[in-house]
């Protein structure tokens, strides 16, 4: 266990960030589903609401970075040019290229067995959208699967994937032989999920990623949420439920040419981070920048569990 309170040594700002609004009593037995429902299933499933937490101060780990670990903090550095720049705009051949440079980097980074991305998004400011216009934006391109488009960056405090929707996503994309030989068996593979994050176009002032500290939160802050990851599947997420003990950070003025590597799986996590929320925010320092542009790739990174 090692808080990144013993890492951050930069400044700190101030930010507003958005939660789950749920009671710390709720029991899960009727999900939470953020999208339209059919009659049949609003019996079972609730809509979440959210709430705006505001000054929360968000520490800098600029300085720090290259100390950063992934089995220890669960979020890793790497200052990594790419010989090309990826947009949104980029073509299908040049998107492919970038993905395949990608996965044999954190293949080697981590001795891993098998490693592929099995989603990949870019990501852009909007700071003119409202939030009904925001949910629409989201809703349609979770069911066009558009990549031509960027999404809008992400408001709400959240986990890519509970437990339960990490094994169901890899097993739409894995063979039943994988399956059957890396999934089916714990005691043999540890698996993660991974999101590889990078600026792209320029440096990042306006929504930099933010950072919550695993070891600062506690089991009841995470909510699962279900939603359609297309018109056939239904993706499971965590939303983060507010506690005043959640520490926040970042890492200033990142470029294209660094990466950040962060947790949302880990199915042998040991003494380590189980996952990391994240969440972009409005700098107060830099409310006139240019709109951040961000490429994420979500990765499966498995490796045989040593002796």
């Known amino acids: 266990m090692a808080p990144l309170s013993t890492l951050a040594k930069g400044p700190s700002t101030t930010a507003s960030f958005q939660f789950i609004d749920c009671p710390p009593n ?6 939470y589903y953020a999208g339209t429902l059919q009659a049949p299933e609003s019996n079972t499933r609730l809509d979440p609401q959210k ?9 800098d780990l600029r300085g720090s970075e290259a ?11 790497l200052n990594y040019p790419y010989f090309r720049s990826v947009r949104v705009d980029s073509s299908t051949q040049e998107i492919m290229a970038y993905l395949s440079d990608m996965t044999a980097t954190v293949k080697n980074l981590f001795k891993a067995e098998m490693v592929f991305c099995f989603d990949y998004k870019f990501r852009k400011n909007m700071n003119y959208l409202g939030e009904g216009d925001f949910n629409q934006i989201l809703k349609d391109l979770a069911l066009t ?8 960056a992400s408001f709400m405090t959240h986990v890519d994937a509970t437990p339960a929707g990490a094994m169901r996503r890899l ?53 699962p949420v279900q939603f359609h990851t297309s018109t056939e599947n239904v993706g499971e997420v965590y939303w983060l439920r507010y506690n005043k003990g959640q520490q926040w950070y970042y890492i200033s003025s990142q470029t294209p040419d660094e990466l950040l590597l962060f947790l ?18 409005q700098h107060p320092d830099y409310p006139d920048s240019s709109d951040r542009q961000s490429l994420e790739l979500r990765m499966a990174v498995i490796s045989r569990k040593r002796d």
């Open 145 to 152: 699967n558009d990549r031509s488009i960027a999404d809008p």
């Open 264 to 281: 949302n799986y880990d199915s042998d996590y040991r003494d380590g981070p189980k996952c990391i929320p994240h969440c972009s925010f």
């Open 171 to 223: 097993r739409r994309y894995m063979t039943e032989k994988e399956c059957q030989q890396y999934l089916d068996h714990p005691e043999k593979y540890r698996v993660r999920i991974m999101n590889v994050w990078r600026p792209v176009a320029h440096m990042v002032y306006d929504r930099p990623l933010g950072i919550c500290d695993f070891f600062s939160t506690v089991p009841q802050d995470y909510v």
């Open 26 to 31: 709720h029991d899960g037995d009727a999900m």
């Open 67 to 77: 100390f950063l670990s992934l089995d220890v903090h669960g979020l890793q550095f």
């Open 51 to 59: 709430a705006t937490v505001s000054d929360i101060p968000v520490q």
